[in-house]
């Protein structure tokens, strides 16, 4: 970990655009494995930047170990609930002003207890659920959740997004590339349900997908055109600093400029508001995840290099409203 922290350290530079206001739509926060990333780490990271208000999303952290197998989740909300009742300076950021939980779409009636007991331990800031869907039959690629083909097909899962359609809950959804039709299928059947997708649409770069990037992209770009027809669909864009990426970050002697980000990243961001439009897009951290290719910093010196050239409208739209509108964020006063 030391190693990591001295990498990042060699590359900083100053926020561009500081008063541009943000909201972080996609963090996490965890204390395990000897890595501490709790609120004071965040704002640090933040410092700089004008992020007015960020989006927890669960990471299987913090669980319940006793009770009913099908509410331990819950644990992740009431321990996150614990540390951000410790008062903290800097309350002109809203850290974790939206927690999304997580919860077995497909387990029926019980689904219900659980976003019950959700909002019961975060109140106004539990905004929805994330179902992981992440899925590659090559190990080389599988993440750390328990995922399997077809998990977004399957009635039970659509049953469990009308519930929270009906709640008025969102549904994040984190899967790769391959599975865009699957996606799409879920949101053909619950138009209701506000879909939100993650580290938009997972395009692989590793594992047997190194060294085929044109070819993915192309894929792709072909499945977030399909779903861009459908008006529940959101995107974030982010995540893809991660190793399944495949853009090979950490493998520099420095790490990343922002301008190297940029210019990276750029096409997927153009593919994106191209299928749907900057008001269905907004830009997500996915901190401290992606803190192993870049700092938080360069991260949104990137996207606001990638923004500079749209409206300011859509550039709003990417940075801070979009998430305030899809996650029903309390406005801060400086909210711009």
């Not at 950021?93 to 029926?108: E, F, K, P, S, W």
């Not at 190194?210 to 399909?226: L, N, P, T, Y």
Request: with cysteine; charged share 20%; aromatic share 8%.
């Amino acid at each position: 970990m030391q190693q990591w922290e001295q990498w990042l350290g060699l590359y900083q530079e100053e926020a561009l655009m500081p008063d541009l206001p943000l909201v972080d739509a996609h963090h996490h926060l965890w204390d395990r494995g000897g890595h501490t990333y709790l609120p004071p780490q965040f704002r640090q990271d933040a410092q700089g930047h004008k992020v007015e208000a960020s989006v927890y999303v669960e990471c299987l952290s913090g669980y319940r170990d006793s009770g009913p197998e099908h509410l331990r989740c819950v644990g992740e909300t009431e321990t996150l609930m614990r540390v951000l009742s410790a008062p903290e300076p800097g309350a002109a950021l809203q850290v974790c002003a939206g927690i999304i939980g997580r919860a077995d779409l497909a387990q029926g009636d019980a689904l219900d207890e659980v976003l019950d007991a959700h909002e019961h331990s975060a109140g106004a800031r539990f905004k929805g659920i994330r179902y992981v869907s992440a899925w590659d039959a090559d190990p080389a690629v599988h993440g750390a959740y328990s995922t399997h083909a077809g998990m977004l097909t399957e009635p039970a899962v659509h049953a469990g997004a009308r519930q929270l359609g009906a709640r008025g809950l969102t549904l994040d959804l984190w899967c790769y590339f391959p599975q865009l039709d699957d996606v799409a299928a879920l949101a053909r059947a619950c138009p209701d349900a506000s879909l939100v997708l993650d580290h938009c649409g997972g395009p692989i770069g590793s594992g047997p997908y190194a060294g085929r990037r044109a070819e993915v992209f192309q894929r792709w770009q072909q499945g977030m055109q399909a779903l861009g027809v459908y008006p529940n669909v959101h995107v974030k864009l982010g995540g893809m600093a991660m190793a399944v990426a495949g853009f090979g970050w950490r493998e520099r002697a420095l790490p990343p400029s922002s301008l190297d980000l940029a210019q990276a990243w750029q096409p997927y961001v153009d593919a994106c508001l191209e299928s749907f439009g900057a008001g269905r897009c907004m830009f997500e951290s996915n901190f401290p995840v992606d803190r192993t290719g870049c700092s938080y910093g360069v991260l949104w010196n990137a996207f606001k290099q990638i923004a500079q050239g749209l409206s300011q409208t859509e550039r709003h739209a990417l940075c801070a409203g979009t998430a305030r509108r899809v996650y029903r964020l309390p406005r801060s006063e400086n909210a711009g």
